[in-house]
């Protein structure tokens, strides 16, 4: 499940279903290979590859993700957090990248 967006034989650390206006039409998967795909969650048979890659950075295993969708409706944007590790973590902890996701119109 979900192999063909992470490496295979590296586990992942979390999915987490998301969607414009609650739909959860979409799932979104992180783990330690730096990878964060954005899935379909209503596909059906084989899933060979993810509607695409946001993230994917090798040196940084990506442990946690949040999703704050706008309570505002007419808010087309949404925030990713990612919380992570690798070289950049420290004595004063570890960077946390912010996304701004934009809806795309129909």
């Given at each position: 499940v979900l192999e063909g967006g992470?490496?295979?034989g590296r586990p992942l650390f979390g999915a987490q279903y998301c969607g414009v206006d609650d739909s959860e039409d979409l799932i979104v998967s992180w783990g330690v290979d730096g990878r964060?795909?954005?899935?379909?969650?209503?596909?059906?048979?084989?899933?060979h590859a993810p509607?695409?890659?946001l993230v994917s950075r090798q040196d940084y295993p990506i442990y946690?993700?949040?999703?704050?969708?706008?309570s505002d409706?007419?808010?087309?944007?949404s925030r990713l957090a990612?919380?992570?590790?690798?070289a950049d973590a420290g004595f004063m902890g570890m960077p946390l990248y912010l996304y701004d996701v934009e809806r795309m119109s129909k």
């Open positions: 992470h490496v295979s964060m795909c954005l899935w379909d969650s209503l596909s059906h048979g084989q899933i509607i695409s890659t946690s993700v949040d999703i704050s969708s706008p409706t007419s808010s087309i944007v990612v919380g992570g590790g690798g």
